[in-house]
């Protein structure tokens, strides 16, 4: 299985809305809604910030918030902060009974 | 408050089975509402699923590493596991343990990184 394809890097102001971008196929983002997205900073863990497409688990800024249209998932975070710079990973259940993550975003302040 | 805590060895030798178990506390691991899995990250680079094992006790696993690859549970100890065989180099990476709840991953052990080397 293919990883799904995110743009490598994504920089923004602070304030500013930023989109990461997660395109996969008819078998696992378009066939699907099992589309979540984590953020993980440096030697952490990753973190859920949006499961289900777009719903967000609590706790989670609702500066976040997540959509989808066909083969592509997005991820928007309004009014960046610098604490929102860290790397983030799309995955999506697909066909074959399997996960496939992201390539992985990492988004960075201007 | 759920907590997943990975372990095993940090150092592999090349052509030997890498095994490591993750323990879960503050709940347990045969609720049918969950399933577990291990994803793996190599150094400086990104996530890559290995494998999930379901309350059914049926597994899933990367078609690239599906050759090589056996998770396992204990619910008497509420751990399950992963082995992987024939490891190289390029298996060295930051293995993670999580639980999946529905198709996303809401819990994640610390992570433990394990490196392939004679």
């Known amino acids: 299985q293919s990883a799904l394809t995110q743009p490598a890097s994504v920089s923004g102001s602070p304030g500013q809305s930023i989109t990461i971008s997660c395109t996969g196929t008819?078998?696992?983002?378009?066939?699907?809604?099992?589309v979540s997205w984590y953020q993980q900073h440096p030697g952490k863990a990753p973190k859920l910030m949006i499961y289900?497409?777009?719903k967000r688990p609590s706790g989670v800024s609702n500066r976040f918030s997540g959509s989808k249209s066909g083969n592509t998932a997005s991820l928007t975070i309004s009014g960046f902060q610098a604490e929102d710079e860290a790397d983030y990973y799309c995955?999506?259940?697909?066909?074959?009974?399997?996960?496939?993550f992201g390539t992985g975003t990492k988004v960075t302040v201007l | 408050q759920l907590q997943l805590q990975e372990s095993g060895p940090g150092l592999v030798k090349p052509s030997e089975t890498l095994s490591l178990t993750c323990t879960v506390s503050?709940?347990?691991?045969?609720?049918?509402?969950?399933?577990w899995g291990w994803i793996r990250q190599p150094p400086g680079k990104g996530l890559e699923w290995i494998g999930t094992?379901?309350?059914?006790?049926?597994?899933y696993y990367n078609p690239s590493l599906k050759s090589r690859v056996t998770i396992f549970v204990d619910t008497s100890k509420n751990q399950f596991s992963l082995k992987l065989s024939s490891v190289t180099a390029a298996d060295t990476a930051v293995y993670y343990c999580?639980?999946?709840?529905?198709?996303?991953?809401?819990?994640w052990g610390q992570g433990t990184l394990v490196t392939v080397s004679s």
């Open positions: 999580a639980r999946y709840s529905s198709g996303y991953l809401d819990y």
């Open positions: 503050g709940g347990s691991i045969s609720s049918s509402n969950y399933h």
């Open positions: 094992i379901y309350y059914s006790g049926n597994t």
């Open positions: 008819s078998s696992d983002v378009g066939g699907y809604n099992s």
């Open positions: 289900d497409v777009s």
């Open positions: 995955s999506s259940y697909t066909s074959s009974i399997t996960y496939v």
